[in-house]
C-alpha cells in the first residue's frame, strides 16, 4: 500500500522560505512521477510542481516557477518542494501525490493516483 506522508510546513513571514519533505512507502517509484499541489478552502487544487522518479526531469506552474525548487532523494524515498521569496498568495495546504501511470495531463489531479494527508503553509504579510 503506498504512503505519502508530508511534513515542513508552517507559518512564515512573506519574502521567507519553506522546505517540504514528502516521505513515500509501500511502491516501488523509481517508475513513478511525484507531484505537489496546493488548495485553499473552497477551491479546487491546483498544480504546482512534478518531478519523474527516474531522470529527475521537472516541470513547474508558471506562478510558482524561479521560487519553488522541487528534487527528489532515490536513496530516502523522498520528494522535496523548497519554497523561496514567498508570498501570501503562497498560503495553501499542499498535498504531494504519486502518479503511477504517468499520464500527459500531469497537472491534473485525477492523474495521481495516490495523495498524502496534506500540511498548511501560513505566509503572512
Known amino acids: 500500500q503506498v504512503r505519502l506522508v508530508e511534513s515542513g510546513g508552517g507559518l512564515v513571514q512573506a519574502g521567507g522560505s519553506l522546505r517540504l519533505s514528502c516521505a513515500a512507502s509501500?511502491?516501488?517509484?523509481?517508475?513513478?512521477?511525484m507531484g505537489w499541489f496546493r488548495q485553499a478552502p473552497g477551491k479546487e487544487r491546483e498544480f504546482v510542481a512534478r518531478i519523474r522518479w527516474n531522470d529527475g526531469s521537472t516541470y513547474y506552474a508558471d506562478h510558482v516557477k524561479g521560487r519553488f525548487t522541487i528534487s527528489r532523494d532515490n536513496a530516502k524515498n523522498t520528494m522535496y518542494l523548497q519554497m523561496s521569496n514567498l508570498k501570501p498568495e503562497d498560503t495553501d495546504v499542499y498535498y504531494c501525490?504519486?502518479?503511477?501511470?504517468?499520464?500527459?495531463?500531469?497537472?491534473?489531479?485525477?492523474?495521481?493516483?495516490?495523495w498524502g494527508q496534506g500540511t498548511q503553509v501560513t505566509v503572512s504579510s
Open positions: 501525490a504519486a502518479d503511477r501511470t504517468l499520464g500527459g495531463f500531469f497537472w491534473r489531479e485525477y492523474e495521481y493516483e495516490y
Open positions: 509501500g511502491g516501488t517509484f523509481s517508475s513513478y512521477a
